[in-house]
Nanobody, 125 residues
């Protein structure tokens, strides 16, 4: 599976951005999809995930209520709508996918087999 992330950019604090990730697979519906981010000098951290049809999305506490993950199975895409952005949200954002991950491992980076190349999000104060 190849993942291509896009939509990053520079935005002022309080603004919004929408990231998208396109997947090249015929079995997109069978994949759990997630977004992680990595700020400069820090470890990559989990942001949000969306499972197969009907699964409830999971969010990191730091973005709950501000970010929304969604998937479009017809277009093989997963999106991350980011509102009320803060300078602390500045990072490279990565999409990830896996077809066998279990719910208890959704926030575990090593549990995902496939990764996109990352897209930079910079939030100015």
């Amino acid at each position: 599976v190849q993942l291509q992330a896009s939509g990053g950019g520079l935005v002022q604090a309080g603004g919004s951005l929408r990231l998208s990730c396109a997947a090249s697979t015929r079995t997109f519906r069978s994949y759990t999809l997630a977004w992680f981010r990595q700020a400069s000098g820090k470890e990559r951290e989990f942001i949000a995930s969306t499972g197969r049809s009907g699964a409830i999305p999971v969010y990191a506490d730091s973005v709950k209520g501000r970010f929304t993950i969604s998937r479009d199975n017809a277009k093989n895409t997963v999106s991350l709508q980011m509102n009320s952005l803060e300078p602390e949200d500045t990072a490279v954002y990565y999409c990830a996918a896996d077809s066998t991950i279990i719910r208890s491992s959704l926030a575990t980076m090593a549990a995902y087999d496939y990764w996109g190349q990352g897209t930079q999000v910079t939030v100015s104060s």
